[in-house]
C-alpha cells in the first residue's frame, strides 16, 4: 500500500513534465514500438455497439487513438486513470483538437479509476455492466503495485469476445536489473569503428520496488521496480491473468531497428537485438 500510494502522489506531480514529454502525437517509443503492435493486436472497431476501455490513459494518447478511424473507430471510449492531474491533461488535449478528431473525441469520456482498488472496478461494472470489446492498458503494468483486482475483474470488464491487450517495458531488458554495455573497436583510420552492445542481467526473477526516473527532468522520482518501474518476471506477470481464466493468442516482442538508431551511443533505440516493449493479448476463455 505505501508504495501503491507513493506512486500514485508521483503521478500527479508528474503529469505536467509527462503530458509534455508525450506530447499530443506521441514520443518514439508510441510510434516505432507500441502504436504498430496495437495496431496489429486490437481489432478494429465500426459497429454501433463497440465500446473500448483504456486503464492508465495518462495525457489520453491511446484514447485519442482509439476514438480515431486510425484506431479502428470505436463507438465510445471510457479513458481512465488513477491520477486527477493526468486526467485534467488527457481532456485538455482532446478539448484543443478540430475537425474529425474532435468529432471522435466525442465519443471520448473520462474517468479516475484506481486499478489497484477492486470497489472501482465494481463502480466501474455498475455503470457498464455489458462490458466492453477492448481494454487497453499501455505502457502501465510496470507502474502498477497490485495487478490481482485488475486481473479478477478483466473476465467481468470483457464481453464475451472482448479483448485485453497491454505493453510494458521488457521485463528481461528494461525492468531487470542490468546494465548497458557498449565495446568500441577502433576503425584505424580507414573504416567506421565497430560498435558491439549488449545488456548484461544481473537480477531478473526478484527485483525490488526502488525509486528512479521516467523522464529525465522531471520534478519527483516514481516508485518503480528495477531501474524503471515495478518488476515482474514473465512467468509471474501472465500467471496473475491466467489464473482468473484468461487465455492468451497473441504476444509480440517489439524492438528498435537499425532506422531508429539515435546518436547518442548509449540510448537504448541503439541496441536493435534486445527488445524494448512486449506486447500481449488476453481473452476470456470460451
Known amino acids: 500500500m505505501e508504495f501503491h500510494e507513493t506512486s500514485q502522489s508521483s503521478w500527479d506531480a508528474n503529469a505536467a513534465h509527462w503530458d509534455e514529454a508525450i506530447g499530443q502525437d506521441g514520443n518514439k517509443y508510441w510510434k516505432v514500438l507500441q502504436l504498430p503492435a496495437l495496431q496489429r493486436l486490437i481489432p478494429r472497431g465500426g459497429r454501433p455497439d463497440q465500446k473500448a476501455l483504456e486503464l492508465a490513459t495518462g495525457n489520453g494518447l491511446c484514447a485519442r487513438w482509439l476514438a480515431s478511424v486510425e484506431g479502428g473507430g470505436y463507438t465510445s471510449?471510457?479513458?481512465?486513470?488513477?491520477?486527477?492531474?493526468?486526467?485534467?491533461?488527457?481532456?485538455?488535449?482532446?478539448?484543443?483538437?478540430?475537425?474529425?478528431?474532435?468529432?471522435?473525441?466525442?465519443?471520448?469520456a473520462y474517468r479516475q479509476v484506481d486499478v489497484t482498488d477492486s470497489a472501482a472496478?465494481?463502480?466501474?461494472?455498475?455503470?457498464?455492466?455489458a462490458g466492453f470489446d477492448v481494454v487497453l492498458l499501455n505502457m502501465a503494468?510496470?507502474?502498477?503495485?497490485?495487478?490481482?483486482?485488475?486481473?479478477?475483474?478483466l473476465p467481468r470488464l470483457l464481453k464475451p469476445y472482448g479483448v485485453f491487450v497491454a505493453t510494458?517495458?521488457?521485463?528481461?531488458?528494461?525492468?531487470?536489473?542490468?546494465?548497458?554495455?557498449?565495446?568500441?573497436?577502433?576503425?584505424?583510420?580507414?573504416?567506421?569503428?565497430?560498435?558491439?552492445?549488449?545488456?548484461?542481467?544481473?537480477?531478473?526473477?526478484?527485483?525490488p520496488p526502488v525509486h528512479g526516473v521516467a523522464h529525465w527532468g522531471q520534478p519527483a522520482?516514481?516508485?518503480?521496480?528495477?531501474?524503471?518501474?515495478?518488476?515482474?518476471?514473465?512467468?509471474?506477470?501472465?500467471?496473475?491473468?491466467?489464473?482468473?481464466?484468461?487465455v492468451m493468442d497473441a504476444i509480440e516482442e517489439?524492438?528498435?531497428?537499425?532506422?531508429?538508431?539515435?546518436?547518442?551511443?548509449?540510448?537504448?533505440?541503439?541496441?536493435?537485438?534486445?527488445?524494448?516493449?512486449l506486447a500481449f493479448r488476453l481473452r476470456r476463455s470460451q
Open 168 to 207: 510494458l517495458l521488457h521485463p528481461v531488458f528494461f525492468t531487470s536489473d542490468f546494465t548497458r554495455s557498449i565495446e568500441i573497436k577502433d576503425g584505424n583510420g580507414i573504416d567506421e569503428p565497430e560498435v558491439t552492445r549488449g545488456k548484461n542481467i544481473r537480477g531478473y526473477l526478484h527485483v
Open 121 to 129: 472496478f465494481d463502480a466501474l461494472l455498475a455503470d457498464e455492466p
Open 77 to 108: 471510449v471510457l479513458a481512465t486513470d488513477g491520477s486527477a492531474e493526468m486526467l485534467k491533461h488527457a481532456e485538455r488535449r482532446q478539448s484543443s483538437v478540430d475537425g474529425a478528431a474532435a468529432a471522435a473525441g466525442a465519443k471520448t
Open 254 to 277: 517489439p524492438a528498435f531497428t537499425e532506422a531508429d538508431k539515435a546518436e547518442s551511443i548509449e540510448s537504448h533505440a541503439n541496441f536493435t537485438q534486445l527488445p524494448a516493449v
Open 221 to 246: 522520482l516514481q516508485m518503480i521496480g528495477g531501474k524503471v518501474y515495478f518488476h515482474r518476471p514473465i512467468y509471474e506477470l501472465f500467471t496473475i491473468f491466467f489464473r482468473e481464466g484468461l
Open 141 to 153: 503494468i510496470m507502474d502498477i503495485a497490485d495487478l490481482k483486482p485488475l486481473a479478477k475483474a
